[in-house]
Structures are given as C-alpha cells and as structure tokens.
C-alpha cells in the first residue's frame, strides 16, 4: 500500500524465450550476413557484409550510420 492506501504492484519480468540474448543476436548477425554474401556472390556484386563489431575486427574508430 502506498501513503495514499492504494494498492501498490511489482512488476516482474519472467524471460520465456531466449530472444533477448547477446549470444542468439550474433548467431542471428552471421547467419544473415553469410545469406548475403552467398546472394552476392551469386548475383556477381562484389560487396562483402561482416558480421563482427569493429573492435572484433580489429578496427579501432566509430561506426557510422
């Protein structure tokens, strides 16, 4: 109850799928990048697409949009 002897809820988040997880968003990344590069490859566009953050990479500056 609050100061004004209202009912007061707490809110608990109950995780029911692994969606959420850093581990699933890079196999999903590498997934999606290796289905486009196998297009391109097919199409002839030489355009590679990497999966791995910069600092994964090696590369040290900041993404751009």
Known sequence: ???RNR???KCQTIES???NSQENAKVWRKD???TINATNE?????VHWEHR???EQGIDREPTA
């Open 17 to 19: 799928t692994d969606w």
């Open 32 to 34: 999606l990048a290796d």
């Open 7 to 9: 009912k007061q809820w």
């Open 53 to 55: 953050f910069f600092k």
């Open 1 to 3: 109850m609050d100061k």
């Open 42 to 46: 097919q199409l002839g566009i030489a």
